[in-house]
């Protein structure tokens, strides 16, 4: 196995063109093709489906494609945890951040901060540690970063010690359902379906953390519900990749499929207000008095949030606080 067959088979799955892909992978069509052979080989299994145009996956093309992303994905958090392991200069500021929120928030919520600070200090320099919601907590409070941003909710709240780390509220978002839009507009699957009908589920897998946020809607709901799981795994790109093959609906956070909402690949699957939940995007910090060494940009970024207050912040709502 080689990572550049996982891109090459990625790109294709995409284009659904071989030169097309080759041309974007930079290789002649026919290595193109030989690499994809050479991923089908390992595989043991076909996963293109030759006999159509334009190019189609076989079904267990479709599911090694989500398989692929997430792989791509995990190596890529390893290297950039790997690279964390340098020792970062007095003027780089380390974000410990999940998966989701280092996907769909942090590249627009750094962008909007850091053409704030322009126009006070100059713009910030920052490393992006994506990991599991567990490990980024752990990065924090082993001092392996500068700050933690993370999802909260009430029901599943960080274990933090208050008189050792603060927070301030970034802003929030929903938690819904989400499926692929039929030809005529709506969902393939819905909640809470029809009566004894089993609804194609994509989950998280245990002890996610969305995923337990997940079980809260469930349980919350008064409807009966009727899901039969398919799939799982620990990550929403994961998740919504099946869901856009339209494999089952899945429940993931509005900013990451902000993009697929508006072309509409992907629709609601559950009327508004129901199977949903809101959850906030917190920043939390070691406090400067109990902290070894703050470094002078953490606390004007800091400073900077607090006096964000009077205005909204990229994620639509203003910092506050914590109590």
């Known amino acids: 196995m080689e990572t550049k067959w996982l891109e090459d088979f990625v790109?294709?799955?995409?284009?659904?063109s071989f030169s097309r892909s080759a041309q974007l992978r930079h290789v002649t069509?026919?290595?193109f093709s030989r690499r994809i052979q050479a991923l089908e080989a390992w595989a043991g299994t076909d996963l293109v489906d030759r006999s159509s145009y334009p190019t189609r996956l076989t079904p267990a093309g479709e599911s090694f494609h989500a398989q692929a992303l997430e792989i791509l994905v995990a190596l890529q958090a390893t290297r950039n945890l790997l690279r964390g392991h340098r020792a970062a200069g007095p003027d780089m500021i380390e974000f410990a951040v999940p998966h989701t929120l280092a996907f769909a928030f942090f590249p627009h919520w750094i962008m909007e901060l850091n053409?704030?600070?322009?126009?006070?200090?100059?713009?910030?320099?920052?490393?992006?540690?994506?990991?599991?919601?567990?490990?980024?907590?752990?990065?924090?409070?082993?001092?392996s970063c500068d700050l933690l941003i993370a999802y909260h909710h009430p029901a599943q709240p960080l274990q933090l010690n208050t008189d050792r780390y603060e927070m301030l509220t970034l802003g929030e978002e929903s938690l819904r359902a989400y499926a692929k839009a039929g030809p005529d507009g709506e969902p393939?699957?819905?909640?809470?379906?029809?009566?004894?009908?089993?609804?194609?589920?994509?989950?998280?897998?245990?002890?996610?953390?969305?995923?337990?946020?997940?079980?809260?809607?469930?349980k919350q709901t008064p409807l009966p519900v009727l899901l039969d799981p398919i799939y799982e795994?620990?990550?929403?790109?994961?998740?919504?990749?099946?869901?856009?093959?339209?494999?089952?609906?899945?429940?993931?956070?509005?900013?990451?499929?902000?993009?697929?909402?508006?072309?509409?690949?992907?629709?609601?699957?559950?009327?508004?207000?129901?199977?949903?939940?809101?959850?906030?995007?917190?920043?939390?910090?070691?406090?400067?008095?109990?902290?070894?060494?703050?470094?002078?940009?953490?606390?004007?970024?800091?400073?900077?949030?607090?006096?964000a207050g009077a205005g909204p912040l990229s994620a639509g709502a203003a910092p506050r606080a914590a109590a």
């Open 11 to 16: 790109s294709l799955a995409e284009t659904r």
């Open 115 to 143: 053409r704030d600070l322009k126009r006070e200090s100059g713009a910030l320099k920052s490393r992006l540690i994506a990991l599991n919601v567990h490990d980024a907590v752990l990065r924090l409070t082993e001092g």
């Open 188 to 218: 393939l699957f819905r909640l809470p379906g029809r009566e004894r009908e089993r609804v194609p589920f994509l989950g998280y897998a245990s002890g996610a953390y969305l995923g337990q946020l997940v079980d809260l809607i469930i």
């Open 233 to 307: 795994t620990d990550m929403a790109e994961g998740l919504k990749a099946m869901a856009l093959e339209g494999h089952g609906l899945a429940f993931l956070p509005a900013s990451s499929v902000r993009k697929e909402l508006k072309t509409r690949k992907l629709v609601p699957a559950a009327p508004s207000g129901s199977f949903e939940l809101s959850m906030e995007v917190r920043i939390y910090r070691e406090r400067p008095e109990v902290a070894k060494h703050v470094k002078p940009g953490v606390r004007a970024l800091w400073a900077h949030l607090l006096q």
């Open 29 to 31: 069509q026919p290595a």
